[in-house]
T-cell receptor, first 113, second 110 residues
């Protein structure tokens, strides 16, 4: 079956612009995670959804970051008033359950100029 | 605080030269240790999950092992196509998210 997909794959934004990143999880996966990966680093947790409920947003770096999953499937990560330090790869992962193996999408590479 | 440390940061091997990658961890209540492979410009690709000390899993030239404090990823007779960054992550008792190490960048020369 299809894996996790993300769009766009690349995004260039001017500082101060708002951006929206989309994640389509594996069909039927209840759990959805967003991670941020800086160059040369491992992914770092941002937020977690179980179906449509956002159960953990402890990793979101500021109130400029907002995520939603209104129908328990597709998720959107929104970054308002982007800053240069937001430049990174944003990874989405899904799993059948919170403690099961997480499968990752290809990521969205965000560059803020 | 849950923490994962991987070593070495980079490893260069000749084709056929076996070696091991290390992942040391501290976590309260380990619920799983995961190995992923990541190629440049791509997302992490799942390799193995280990749940308890003494457990081993194999896939082609890769073998993962787990103790109470660390995990090893053994690569036997590697090929150039094994070149990638290998990420280790743990799932702890109170968290639902993975805690990742920084990865080991493996280069295998023909």
């Amino acid at each position: 079956g299809a894996g996790v997909s993300q769009s766009p794959r690349y995004k260039v934004a001017k500082r101060g612009q708002d951006v929206a990143l989309r994640c389509d999880p594996i069909s039927g996966h209840v759990s959805l995670f967003w991670y941020q990966q800086a160059l040369g680093q491992g992914p770092e947790f941002l937020t977690y959804f179980q179906n449509e409920a956002q159960l953990d947003k402890s990793g979101l770096p500021s109130d400029r970051f907002f995520a939603e999953r209104p129908e328990g499937s597709v998720s959107t990560l929104k970054i308002q008033r982007t800053q240069q330090e937001d430049s990174a790869v944003y990874l989405c992962a899904s799993s059948a359950d919170r403690v099961q193996t997480q499968y990752f999408g290809p990521g969205t590479r965000l560059l803020v100029l | 605080e849950d923490q994962v440390t991987q070593s070495p940061e980079a490893l260069r091997l000749q084709e056929g030269e076996s070696s091991s990658l290390n992942c040391s961890y501290t976590v309260s209540g380990l619920r799983g240790l995961f190995w992923y492979r990541q190629d440049p410009g791509k997302g992490p690709e799942f390799l193995f999950t280990l749940y308890s000390a003494g457990e081993e899993k194999e896939k082609e030239r890769l073998k993962a092992t787990l103790t109470k404090k660390e995990s090893f990823l053994h690569i036997t007779a590697p090929k150039p196509e094994d070149s990638a960054t290998y990420l280790c992550a743990v799932l702890g008792g109170s968290q639902g998210n993975l805690i990742f190490g920084k990865g080991t960048k493996l280069s295998v020369k023909p």
